[in-house]
């Protein structure tokens, strides 16, 4: 693999990566007005961000094996034309309940940018490099989170949040002409001969302790950053009463957080154990959440909001570095449904929490609070349970051992 090529990868699975963030960040400032307009209540309205979810754990399921065995390109192109399709529609619907509909067929096209972005880079990379080239892709990603809600603010100061699908639409197709030019990284040798083996490889995976773990952490902390991202809109412009453009500026501001700290595992990659990233990133979740919890039952000003969510959700990028290449590590030719499994688990319970924490209400951030608080320390009990003694040395510290030998100690803790 060329520089060339390297860079035009890095960029290309960036973009695939930011489908999820691109798909609910940049709608977040519209949720009032959405709401609104409907005549909705903010529970319904995060339900439309729930079934985005759901399609997208769904279509990471079906798009993980599917690469597998018919390659990375082709699922890709099928991927990229729905979710066009889906956005302009989306764009026209005045029905609630089609736009529920829509908003799943959404989620599920754009997963397959997700997961095969994912695998495409297990194609190309390994130990140490893997999770170099995945500290950079969450680098690239971390650009989405900034720039979604300050686009989508900025498109609210001239239209409705009809604008913001019809952005979607065309970045949708810019992503299909980018897969018209990428160069198939799977050859049909590596491809699975049974699209049914790809399947039935799920149990297999899942038995794994080690793996499992994994998925459990990243199903536990997605979980919690989910409900930030469902309840941070009602949070600041129905609590703290910013506008739409100034809530997008707070929501961008985290997310800068995201890109800096997006570039830690790179640095640290050869020196400090992917394990001990992990461990850091699950307890900076976790205390950030504390404090949150305890600025909203002392009734906080906004300031200090911003401080204790931004502690409590720039860890994600170290996270999502380190946890994915350790469990990607030594799948192999089912890479695609080892991805789709940890896709599946950062997705779905995040769809269910989002609902909920409206639901509780919409002009209390103490719901919001409390699920982060147990998400967060369930994930980090999650990684000591399953992750840490894989890792564990005769002093009793995290190892800084090659990610290649991982899965071997994982197969020792079964």
Same mark, same amino acid.
């Given at each position: 693999?060329?520089?060339?090529?390297?860079?035009?990868?890095?960029?290309?699975?960036?973009?695939?990566?930011?489908?999820?963030?691109?798909?609910? @960040?940049?709608?977040? %400032?519209?949720?009032? $007005?959405?709401?609104? @307009?409907?005549?909705?209540?903010?529970?319904? *309205?995060?339900?439309?961000?729930?079934?985005?979810?759901?399609?997208?754990?769904?279509?990471?399921?079906?798009?993980?094996?599917?690469?597998?065995?018919?390659?990375?390109?082709?699922?890709?192109?099928?991927?990229?034309?729905?979710?066009?399709?889906?956005?302009?529609?989306?764009?026209?619907?005045?029905?609630?309940?089609?736009?529920?509909?829509?908003?799943?067929?959404?989620?599920?096209?754009? !997963?397959?940018?997700?997961?095969?972005?994912?695998?495409?880079?297990?194609?190309?990379?390994?130990? +140490? $490099?893997?999770?170099?080239?995945?500290?950079?892709?969450?680098?690239?990603?971390?650009?989405? %989170?900034?720039? !979604?809600?300050?686009?989508?603010?900025?498109?609210?100061?001239?239209?409705?949040?009809?604008?913001?699908?019809?952005?979607?639409?065309?970045?949708?197709?810019?992503?299909?002409?980018?897969?018209?030019?990428?160069?198939?990284?799977?050859? +049909?040798? &590596?491809?699975?001969?049974?699209?049914?083996?790809?399947?039935?490889?799920? %149990?297999?995976?899942?038995?794994?302790?080690?793996?499992?773990?994994?998925?459990?952490?990243?199903?536990?902390?997605?979980?919690?950053?989910?409900?930030?991202?469902?309840?941070?809109?009602?949070?600041?412009?129905?609590?703290?009463?910013?506008?739409?453009?100034?809530?997008?500026?707070?929501?961008?501001?985290?997310?800068?957080?995201?890109?800096?700290?997006?570039?830690?595992?790179?640095?640290?990659?050869?020196?400090?154990?992917?394990?001990?990233?992990?461990?850091?990133?699950?307890?900076?979740?976790?205390?950030?959440?504390?404090?949150?919890?305890?600025?909203?039952?002392?009734?906080?000003?906004?300031?200090?909001?911003?401080?204790?969510?931004?502690? *409590?959700?720039?860890?994600?990028?170290?996270?999502?570095?380190?946890?994915?290449?350790? !469990?990607?590590?030594?799948?192999? &030719?089912?890479?695609?449904?080892?991805?789709?499994?940890?896709?599946?688990?950062?997705?779905?319970?995040?769809?269910?929490?989002?609902?909920?924490?409206?639901?509780?209400?919409?002009?209390? !951030?103490?719901?919001?609070?409390?699920?982060?608080?147990?998400?967060?320390?369930?994930?980090?009990?999650?990684?000591?349970?399953?992750? *840490?003694?894989?890792?564990?040395?005769?002093?009793?510290?995290?190892?800084?051992?090659? $990610? $290649?030998?991982?899965?071997?100690? *994982?197969?020792?803790?079964?």
């Amino acid at each position: 693999m060329n520089n060339r090529m390297k860079c035009f990868l890095i960029v290309f699975l960036g973009m695939l990566a930011a489908m999820a963030p691109l798909s609910t @960040d940049m709608y977040l %400032p519209a949720l009032p $007005e959405f709401s609104n @307009d409907f005549h909705i209540s903010a529970s319904l *309205a995060q339900l439309t961000l729930t079934m985005t979810l759901i399609g997208m754990a769904v279509g990471q399921i079906l798009g993980g094996p599917v690469s597998d065995y018919l390659g990375r390109r082709n699922p890709l192109l099928l991927g990229m034309a729905v979710f066009t399709a889906a956005s302009v529609l989306c764009f026209i619907t005045s029905s609630i309940h089609m736009f529920l509909g829509l908003r799943l067929i959404q989620g599920i096209a754009g !997963a397959f940018g997700i997961v095969i972005s994912r695998a495409i880079a297990r194609d190309v990379a390994s130990g +140490p $490099e893997l999770l170099q080239f995945y500290s950079i892709l969450m680098m690239v990603n971390g650009l989405a %989170p900034i720039a !979604a809600p300050v686009i989508g603010g900025q498109i609210l100061r001239f239209t409705s949040w009809h604008g913001i699908f019809a952005a979607m639409a065309v970045v949708g197709g810019l992503m299909f002409l980018l897969t018209m030019v990428y160069q198939e990284t799977l050859p +049909p040798q &590596k491809r699975i001969s049974d699209i049914k083996s790809s399947f039935k490889s799920f %149990p297999l995976l899942l038995k794994n302790r080690y793996f499992c773990g994994q998925c459990l952490i990243q199903c536990f902390v997605f979980g919690g950053v989910f409900t930030y991202i469902g309840g941070s809109s009602f949070l600041f412009q129905n609590i703290y009463h910013v506008s739409a453009q100034v809530y997008s500026y707070i929501f961008g501001f985290i997310g800068l957080g995201l890109l800096f700290m997006g570039a830690l595992p790179a640095r640290l990659s050869g020196t400090v154990s992917g394990a001990s990233m992990l461990r850091a990133a699950l307890w900076g979740h976790l205390t950030g959440a504390v404090l949150f919890l305890a600025g909203v039952l002392l009734f906080a000003p906004l300031w200090y909001s911003i401080v204790s969510l931004f502690i *409590a959700i720039v860890p994600l990028s170290v996270l999502g570095a380190s946890s994915t290449s350790m !469990a990607l590590e030594s799948c192999g &030719k089912n890479a695609g449904s080892a991805s789709a499994i940890l896709g599946f688990s950062s997705m779905v319970l995040g769809g269910v929490l989002m609902p909920v924490a409206g639901a509780m209400g919409e002009n209390s !951030a103490l719901p919001m609070a409390l699920i982060m608080v147990c998400c967060f320390a369930l994930g980090l009990g999650a990684f000591y349970h399953y992750v *840490a003694p894989a890792h564990r040395g005769k002093d009793g510290g995290l190892t800084s051992k090659r $990610e $290649e030998e991982q899965p071997a100690a *994982a197969e020792n803790q079964n």
